[in-house]
């Protein structure tokens, strides 16, 4: 990351603590956050949020190579439909060479009536770009295409007691990041909303997540190539206030000292503390 664009990051920090008076949480991708009420009518809303991060991890990867990034999106929603955008800066060390991550996505969020309570479901679609890539599908997987495309099935609710949320999503992808192949991953989350505490609302909140693809389609985690799946995990503390959250959050995963290919070398992967701060308007 140049020194110019470390100087950007730490400035969207100034930024979000500015714009801290003002709005709600709302991301993207936003990890172990308890499920918000599904709004069965046939109501518009809208929001616009920005966000900091020390460090933008995408399932136990940092995306920002170790830097923080300044993050920022909108949604919209109408009944059980939602659609949105979320943008991040990113660093791969031009490999490939995009400086800027964004990702269009919508759904349906149905509520289900089932004996044991209401469970929420979501079923959608997520489009990742990395607009300025340039990517060349003939030469090798560092210059590939990056750009790609998920399906998502998940539910989530409150079956053992009304402050704790649990969790499953399910995400497939028929031609992964770089143009590795169909991958397949796996996220369960739980989280627990504590009494507030001052002006904070507390949440401690957590994932565990799987990610499987095939070594024949250019999917692999250790520098033989023998590996196609790794686990990843995060545990965290999320204080909210008014229209602002601060996480802070430790993310790992399995992947072991001889990292390559998805995560090309260790210190992506390795454990980490990770403080973001977001805001929502309204």
């Known amino acids: 990351m140049t020194v110019s664009r470390k100087i950007f990051a730490l400035c969207g920090v100034l930024a979000a603590a500015a714009a801290a ?64 955008v979320w943008s991040s800066m990113v660093d791969f060390n031009n490999a490939p060479p995009a400086n800027a991550e964004v990702d269009w996505y919508g759904g349906i969020r149905p509520t289900w009536q089932s004996p044991l309570g209401a469970m929420n479901l979501d079923f959608g679609f997520i489009y990742y770009s990395y607009p300025g890539a340039n990517p060349d599908n003939s030469l090798p997987v560092a210059t590939a295409d990056p750009n790609y495309w998920e399906l998502k099935a998940g539910y989530s609710w409150s079956v053992l007691h009304p402050s704790l949320v649990t969790g499953t999503t399910v995400y497939w992808s028929p031609e992964y990041f770089a143009k590795t192949g169909s991958v397949w991953t796996i996220e369960t989350m739980a989280a627990w909303t504590l009494p507030k505490v001052s002006v ?46 601060f996480d802070f959050r430790y993310w790992d995963t399995n992947i072991g000292g001889d990292a390559a290919n998805i995560c090309p070398v260790d210190t992506l992967c390795d454990g980490r503390f990770v403080f973001s701060a977001k805001v929502a308007i309204p």
């Open 21 to 84: 008076s003002t709005a709600a949480l709302a991301d993207g991708y936003e990890v172990a956050a308890p499920a918000a009420p599904v709004e069965e009518g046939r109501k518009f809303t809208y929001s616009f949020n920005i966000g900091v991060t020390s460090d933008y991890v995408f399932r136990g990867i940092s995306q920002s190579d170790n830097d923080p990034a300044l993050q920022g999106g909108a949604d919209v929603s109408w009944g059980m439909l939602y659609a949105g």
């Open 200 to 245: 904070f609302t507390p949440t401690v909140n957590g994932v565990l997540g799987w990610q499987r693809g095939s070594i024949s389609d250019g999917y692999w985690v250790n520098a033989i190539a023998t590996d196609n799946e790794y686990y990843y995990w995060n545990v965290g503390l999320a204080l909210a206030v008014e229209g602002m959250t």
